[in-house]
């Protein structure tokens, strides 16, 4: 059962709604604040889904770039998961 109370249940939606933004290349108007590990680790893992959302859109994608991106966001998902304790899901 989900321990998170209702308001942290609300920032983590705020907080993934803004991500996808930011990763679809929509300004979101966010500001990161936290510990320097934090802040990295969440613009690591923006940026690595940015960049393959990106390549996936992208009319000339290839199957290479698109394993390369997707292995570089997995590594970055999982250092956000383990530096926030957050499930990256996007």
């Excluded at 990161?32 to 680790?41: C, N």
């Excluded at 992208?58 to 998961?81: D, G, T, Y």
Aim: aromatic share 6%.
């Amino acid at each position: 059962m989900d321990q998170k109370n209702p308001n942290e249940r609300k920032a983590l939606k705020s907080f993934h709604a803004a991500a996808a933004s930011y990763i679809m290349g929509t300004g979101t108007g966010v500001k990161l604040s936290g510990s320097k590990e934090k802040i990295v680790a969440t613009k690591n893992v923006l940026e690595a889904s940015r960049k393959l959302y990106a390549e996936l859109n992208h009319p000339q994608a290839s199957l290479k770039k698109v394993s390369n991106l997707l292995e570089s966001k997995r590594k970055a998902s999982k250092e956000f998961q383990q530096v926030t304790g957050i499930n990256w899901l996007l």
